[in-house]
């Protein structure tokens, strides 16, 4: 476990230390925001764009469908509403009664 540690740490000092980096982490923190949404969609349109060009569309389907059903069900969302997590959540989804 130490040596997974260690090299985790290892790849994050280096990334602290990559001029990108410090030049993301410089914009303000809606453009650094920005640049991070950029960066995601863009790994999402090569890893959906690979599946699709190995594998064919069904594949593709169904890998966004089972991101999709990773959501939390509704008896966990009913749950946060218990505990008011998500107060504008437990009007709509929830069909326990509320608590006071």
């Not at 260690?6 to 914009?27: C, F, G, I, N, S």
């Not at 190995?54 to 991101?67: L, Q, T, W």
Request: glycine share 4%; charged share 10%.
């Amino acid at each position: 476990m130490q040596n997974i540690q260690k090299t985790l740490e290892d790849y994050y000092l280096r990334l602290q230390a990559h001029p990108k980096y410090l030049q993301v982490m410089t914009l303000p923190t809606l453009q650094r925001w920005g640049v991070l949404a950029g960066l995601f969609l863009a790994s999402q349109i090569l890893v959906f764009g690979s599946l699709y060009l190995i594998f064919g569309k069904i594949v593709v389907i169904g890998f966004f469908a089972s991101v999709l059903a990773a959501a939390p069900p509704a008896s966990v969302r009913c749950r946060l509403c218990f505990l008011k997590t998500f107060p504008t959540v437990c009007s709509t989804v929830c069909s326990a009664p509320q608590p006071a």
